[in-house]
């Protein structure tokens, strides 16, 4: 008889493989779920931020009124075309102008609060996800650019989706209007609504969210259509009509996106397109002109600078200054505030991760050269220090568990090599095909590795299937080319195959285990490394599932054959057989 033919054999390997899809589904839909339950862990931070005074604004206001428009999705392309948007194009001769750089998720809800706080989403306390239902979405934890104009003595006001209700606290905003659609209608609508608010003084900080050009991104066609295009041209003449309720002699705009689209639609990854924005800031306290990139997390800060209000206490980033008309005398006490707030956000983060101590001294205090960089820059050298500690902590105690499992895995491998050299290494020849023709496919597909060509869970799952399957069937082919397997152990084969392929699917999930845990708790993991996993989980399953299928059909066909042409002795065969 062949291998795996007697009935111990073959329920072992059924149970096995149960387990192997059983596991896979588990982790993967827990990994998934830990992003949208991710919440940075704010304990110190949250109780610090509620006891301590607020510190005052280091400077006057640079404008009278500032808005910020929100323009949901543009791509820096986009808003760059003269010929889509030339009431931008205007505005960016006028005025200064950028490219923000933001991280992933690159999602909505995760963004805004980057916009609006100056924290990252690690550090935010919002969802890094746009959540299932935004309507539970819980409010920003931390300190915010409404709070502090409110704090400062300004009326605050927020025109557009809905999806901001439950996430902005209500005492930060004096007035709002809520739009439920995504329609041209509903951004002239939000637009209509803004435009009153300035001109009626209702509000002189107001955030202005327009919606339709990310609809078109993802359910019209994708970040170059005809109707991508045509939403921003709406866009352009929406820009006007605020600047028409502004004098911008002493007022500001801002105009900005909070992620991009890929060509085809989609974004929540790292791709260029998707993690790079269009910013435009014109009137008054702006210094016309091309400034140097700036991240997402400084806008949040510039615009407190334009709007005269203290320094967002959670804020990692800084005012882009080369955009800002500021003296050197109010230079100078923007960077002593924002040396203080720096030290206090680190000993925060500090304490959130569990009194990570910071081994090198990075903090800002008594560095006076360029105080408003070196605040900064140290906040941020100091933020990577603490992460990176308690990442180093805790990948220590994971690589134990890894070594062993390898010790395990190699083990394995050596006995099953012994058994059966030749299929076992046809088996890898195999599983290299698989990976080549997976990624292929996954290519032709119009598919990224990233949560941008995710649209949704059954979507992705079923894509990747797909995949798997055709992969797994060019496995096969390659295989049998080199192999040439006899009828008897046709199944013997495919259990090979499908082992061989667990195998090198299991190295990026266990790479992602040690490098960031299981599933996300405190950090939110790097893109890749945490779609590859996702990925391999989801291949895992599937190759879990079509392993004893595709087993079963070899033995059956073999013997069906047999029946028939009973020239082919199976018991004969036995490890080693010569190639037909
Ligand atoms: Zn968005």
Redesign the pocket.
Known sequence: MSRARTWPKRAAALVACLLVAGTAYTWATALMDSLYDFRAPLTATVADASTSPKPTPPNPALARKVVMVLV??LRVDTATNAAVMPFLTQLRAQGASTTVHSRTPS???P??TVLLTGAWPDRHGAPVM?PTDPQTSPPWPIDNLFAAARDAGRRTGLAGTDWFRPLVPPAALSVTHFVHEETDAADQESTDAAVAMLRGDAADLVLLHL?EV?HAGHYGGGGTSVAWLDAARKVDARLAQVAAALDLSRDALLVV???GHLDQGG?GGPEDVVVTEPLVLVGSGVRPGVAPDIAQADVAPTLAVLAGTRVLQAAQGEAALAMLTLDDTARSALGKAQVSQQDLLIERYQADLGNVPLTTAVLASGEGVEPVRSATTAGRDAATQVRETRLGWERANRAATLILLGLVAVTSLALWVRRDRSTVLWAFAGAAAYLVVWQAYWKVSGKTYSLSSVMSAGEIVNATAMATAVALFAALAVMWRGRRPERGDRAWAVWCLGVAVATVLAMPIAFYAWAWGPTATWTVPDPLPMYLAFSALVQLLVVAVLTPLGAMVAGLVSRGRTSSQPTVNASAVRPGWTKA
């Open positions: 949901d999705g999602y909505s809800v963004s805004w746009n919606n990310d996106s909070d992620h974004h």
